[in-house]
């Protein structure tokens, strides 16, 4: 399937779709003092040990410290048991103050720091530097048996034993000549020198190396046989792209091309009407069934429902049909929305157990051309699907969207009738803690609208019960669930 990418950039903000075959598959965005962290390494401090967690905290100069666990530290003893190790990573290698070069792992999320690692990889076009490190692997991605032995005895020939690093082959190194693989070696090497020269001056905290910008990221990563062209709807940002592709992949120079219609980028294939849909709660399916996603702290679910579609055999095959097109649709829209971490998946109830192995399949299939790494578990006793996909950074709709004002992120707010009976039970409150003749209710038109109409006749019996006279003001600001009573 034919891929494009497009990047649409401005003084404040820079995003790259790609699309397949038409479709909109994964949007990613950076704007202007809130780009990610992710491949960032920096010059840490140690603020905080915790034994118990066999973790640490430090200090990289973000606003939440960062948290670096035990089994993201490089092994200096691998003739110790796990544990052994564990505790000498922790207690023995890193001390309260102390200075520590660790790598972003994944960006702060919500109210969670960055996590990190000291076990350092600096990627590039087709591999992956690993500093102190003998690994030489090749990317599971790369499935022919005589392509991957030709490719880690290209690494092992050409690498520095003095130099003592290691490399994991990318799956973008498939068919590419040892000369490529050569030149990309002398560039990490480079890259590495200087961030052990900026590290040995560097004040603590502070960042020694950067990964580069978001749409450089994109040529590096995706650009492979498939991609047919990217566009670039900036001048600068399209010369800069130029000059990475010429240096990098001067090959595919001619498919670096700018876009200069009047209509913008991001309308081309609908995809500002895509990342819109996408911050929705449901999906709807062609067959008349659609999807629900909710999306919490601890894990994301999403619910298969039929719909509107009756299907024109029998229900089993209905069901089967409308899991089929789910299991495509929910692929689509877990990189699309980028969600990771745990996720569950409520397939709708199927008998025939074929069926459930054709669905289990369709979706693995369709999570194939995810960038992310994903493992997906067996239908459990319920029915459901669990499965993980990774992540890195924070899922498209909290990247563009903030917690609701008014119902604090909960999804619903109180209905009038109960803002109501909570007014009544202020007024009784305060007309027995107070000494006051009058009592001035303030509360948003539609609550005050419904007390006056519907509950005219519990006001009548408040004035009495408490021998005061009660009136009532509409605040076109409150909010549905906001009022005041006032004494008088």
Not at 8 to 23: D, F, K, Q, S
Request: aromatic residues 6%; hydrophobic residues 40%; charged residues 25%.
């Amino acid at each position: 399937m034919s891929e494009e990418i497009l990047i649409n950039t401005t003084p404040a903000e820079a995003r790259v779709a790609l699309v397949e075959g038409g479709m909109l598959q994964e949007v990613w965005l950076e704007r202007a003092g809130q780009s990610g962290y992710t491949g960032s390494i920096f010059k840490g401090q140690v603020s905080r040990i915790l034994p118990g967690l066999q973790a640490a905290f430090i200090d990289i100069g973000l606003d939440r410290t960062a948290f670096l666990h035990a089994s993201d530290m490089t092994r200096q003893e691998p003739s110790l048991d796990e544990s052994d190790a564990t505790q000498q990573l922790i207690s023995g290698m890193l001390r309260p103050g102390g200075e520590v070069i660790v790598q972003v792992i994944k960006d702060p999320i919500g109210t969670k720091g960055a996590r990190l690692t000291t076990n350092i990889s600096i990627p590039s076009r087709f591999l992956v530097l690993l500093p102190d490190h003998e690994t030489v692997g090749v990317s599971v991605r790369i499935e022919d048996t005589q392509e991957r032995e030709r490719l880690k005895n290209c690494v092992t020939t050409l690498r520095d034993d003095s130099a003592g690093h290691g490399y994991i082959v990318r799956t973008n190194a498939e068919g590419v000549s040892q000369f490529a693989l050569a030149a990309d070696m002398a560039y990490l090497s480079k890259v590495w020198q200087s961030i052990k020269d900026r590290a040995a001056g560097a004040e603590t905290p502070s960042c020694v190396y950067e990964d580069l910008s978001l749409p450089l990221r994109t040529l590096r990563d995706l650009m492979h046989d498939r991609v047919d062209r990217v566009l670039i709807d900036s001048t600068p940002m399209l010369k800069a792209a130029q000059q990475f592709v010429q240096s990098f992949i001067p090959d595919w120079c001619d498919r670096i091309e700018a876009y200069t219609a009047e209509r913008p980028i991001f309308d081309l294939f609908g995809i500002e009407d895509d990342i819109e849909a996408a911050l929705h709660r449901s999906v709807t399916l062609k067959s008349g069934g659609y999807l629900v996603f909710d999306q919490t702290e601890a894990l994301t679910t999403i619910d298969v429902n039929t719909g509107g579609y009756v299907g024109n055999r029998n229900l089993e095959e209905t069901i089967y049909k409308t899991n089929l097109e789910a299991s495509q649709a929910l692929a689509r829209q877990l990189r699309l929305r980028n969600l990771g971490g745990i996720i569950i998946i409520d397939f709708i109830d199927m008998k025939n157990e074929e069926h459930r192995r054709q669905v289990l399949r369709s979706l693995q299939r369709a999570l194939e051309r995810d960038h992310a790494k994903t493992s997906v578990s067996d239908f459990s006793a319920l029915g459901l699907v669990e499965m993980t996909r990774k992540r890195t950074t924070e899922s498209l709709e909290h990247r563009l969207c903030v917690t609701c004002p008014v119902c604090s992120g909960r999804g619903s707010i109180k209905s009038a009738d109960t803002v109501c009976q909570e007014i009544f039970r202020e007024i009784m409150r305060s007309g027995r803690q107070f000494e006051a003749s009058k009592l001035m209710v303030l509360a948003t038109p539609a609550v005050v609208a419904r007390i006056m109409d519907e509950q005219s006749i519990n006001v009548a019996e408040m004035e009495e019960l408490t021998g005061k006279s009660i009136r009532f003001q509409a605040e076109e600001h409150y909010s549905q669930e906001q009022f005041d009573v006032v004494l008088l």
